[in-house]
């Protein structure tokens, strides 16, 4: 079956990096584009960042534009966010996902990690 599986996350302070992994297997991993969503309590799931499956063009949420970068390796299955000058807003579960369809709407996400916890402190 199809597994995505996140790491990479951890407490960190204002102004620091994390580097996001996302593992997948029971998928054609290049013919999924690929996406980084992000939920805080009480907050729907919010589009991050995304990346095409060929060409590998990038898609960025205006709030993260210039500090994160997502990028992929398809001979490793691999999917990545590195993260930086982070924020306290920032803090949030992080999942990926990947879809066939629309980059930036998570209804199109046919399939979900289960996420890991980013926490930036002030």
């Known amino acids: 079956q199809v597994q995505l599986v996140e790491s990479g996350g951890g407490l960190v302070q204002a102004g620091d990096s994390l580097r996001l992994s996302c593992a997948a297997s029971?998928?054609?991993?290049?013919?999924?584009?690929m996406g980084w969503f992000r939920q805080s309590p009480g907050k729907e799931r919010e589009f991050v960042a995304a990346i095409t499956w060929s060409v590998g063009r990038t898609y960025y949420a205006d709030s993260v534009k210039g500090r994160f970068t997502i990028s992929r390796d398809n001979a490793k299955k691999t999917l990545y966010l590195q993260m930086n000058s982070l924020k306290p807003d920032d803090t949030a579960v992080y999942y990926c996902?990947?879809?066939?369809?629309?980059?930036?709407?998570?209804?199109?996400?046919?399939?979900w990690g289960q996420g890991t916890q980013v926490t930036v402190s002030s």
């Open positions: 029971g998928l054609t991993f290049n013919t999924y584009a």
């Open positions: 996902g990947a879809t066939r369809a629309a980059l930036t709407n998570k209804e199109q996400y046919a399939y």
